[in-house]
């Protein structure tokens, strides 16, 4: 509420003006696809997906359960522009999600978000409060449905205008909690409960019209709720990358660079290595598109003998327009997830040493776009986990369907 406040005062009252036909200097400032209410411009949405079949709904190696599943919601997103001064941006979304049999696993889940923005002769100067309540598998290695709760306060600000060089910066303060009804996870699960505060410095200059090189650096300190277990930590990274132009031939970005993950309470387990991510799309003639991601990035662990473990992914897929209102696509993706550590035999689990988890998924999309304010969409999943410790090997498949339609 104190975030959403503030970002009020950023907008203080003045007569909302018609904007101009160029693309707002942030998409956040945009009013398409919205309609007028009185002093703001609303987009609401209703959106049912993953209504479909799952054939190991619990993620379970032994004792696979299959069941049918839907997702039922909808939200509302408002902008309230304060002339050439900013705006307000505003997004609240409502979903339950449903099981025919298994139904001690409906739930509910929700997304808020409240973004001021704030324009100055050559500055763009914002403050955001978004929230997150979702019962859903959080990290990799943990194949229960928790309750995630993520509360994210973010002050940021970038140089305007069209010269060559540029800064953007931000400064976030995280809350991020886990919470399970099982007692035999819920110790466990808990030691994830933690603080975040990251501090982004980002210089950029515009070597071509169309890219643009950047160089980051990102300093971020994590404190846990059980400060017994010594696992709070420091991270230090420099990520140099660039930026291609949406209108390029191949567009998206790319950054990778060293980081230094310090670990205060617990002897060897710091980290020094490469860290980064990517997506990048290219055309291929008039009617294709082929995407490609990369990331690899330090994630915390539930295991005592391990603080964290290494993740490395990528995927590619190809999407294919049969017409201007339908396309197809498919993709591919790996993932290995490396535990540094040996792990110690525990409970009904006698495996010992060091555990890696391979994961990969297939997936195949055909998308129907009605009109501008609905899209219809069907796929098919499938993901395989092969763990060198065998009681972690999983397999599951999905197929669903969705639409997402726009009043």
């Known amino acids: 509420m104190a975030a959403l406040a503030a970002a009020a005062v950023l907008c203080v009252a003045t007569p909302a003006r018609a904007q101009t036909a160029a693309a707002p200097v942030d998409a956040d400032l ?50 309230l522009l304060a002339g050439d001064r900013g705006g307000l941006r505003l997004m609240q979304e409502l979903d339950y999600v449903a099981f025919q049999r298994n139904t001690d696993l409906d739930h509910w889940n929700g997304h808020a978000r409240a973004r001021g923005i704030l324009l100055l002769r050559r500055f763009l100067v914002s403050l955001e409060d978004q929230f997150d309540s979702v019962r859903e598998r959080p990290i990799a290695e943990i194949d229960e449905r928790l309750r995630r709760k993520n ?88 990520l140099p990358g660039f930026r291609l132009d949406p209108s390029a031939s191949i567009q998206g970005d790319l950054k990778a660079g060293p980081m230094v993950f310090e670990a205060r309470d617990r002897s060897g387990s710091d980290y020094h290595g490469l860290v980064g991510e990517s ?29 964290y473990f290494i993740s490395t992914s990528w995927s590619a897929a190809y999407e294919q327009y049969f017409s201007r209102r ?64 065998d009681f972690y090997d999983r397999v599951r498949n999905f197929y669903t369907f969705g639409t997402t339609y726009t009043f």
């Not at 949405?45 to 069941?67: E, H, P, S, W």
């Not at 980051?216 to 930590?233: L, M, P």
């Not at 339908?326 to 993932?335: N, Q």
């Open 30 to 79: 945009s009013t398409e696809q919205m309609g007028r209410a009185g002093p703001f411009h609303v987009r609401p949405f209703a959106l049912l997906k993953d209504v479909g079949y799952d054939d190991n709904i619990r993620f379970d190696g032994q004792t696979r359960q299959g069941d049918s599943t839907a997702t039922a919601g909808g939200g509302l997103e408002a902008l």
């Open 151 to 238: 509360d994210a306060v973010t002050a940021g600000l970038r140089t305007l205008g069209r010269g060559r060089l540029g800064l953007e910066t931000y400064l976030r303060g995280e809350r991020i909690d886990y919470a399970s009804d099982n007692p035999v996870i819920a110790d466990s699960v808990r030691l994830l409960n933690r603080d975040e505060a990251t501090l982004s410095v980002l210089g950029r200059v515009r070597v071509l019209p169309k890219t643009t090189f950047f160089l980051e650096g990102v300093v971020s300190s994590i404190t846990f709720e059980d400060r017994a277990q010594g696992r709070d930590t420091s991270k230090r990274a420099i």
């Open 279 to 307: 997506h990048l799309s290219t055309r291929l003639g008039r009617a294709a598109r082929l995407k490609g991601t990369f990331d690899r990035d330090v994630a915390f662990s539930t295991l005592q003998s391990n603080l």
């Open 326 to 389: 339908v396309s197809g696509e498919v993709g591919y993706g790996r993932t290995l997830n490396h535990y540094p550590i040996e792990v110690a035999p525990s409970g009904a689990d006698p495996f010992q040493g060091i555990r890696d988890d391979r994961l990969t998924d297939y997936r195949a999309t055909v998308r129907y776009r009605a009109n501008t304010q609905m899209t219809i969409e069907a796929s098919a999943y499938r993901l395989s986990r092969d763990s060198t410790d």
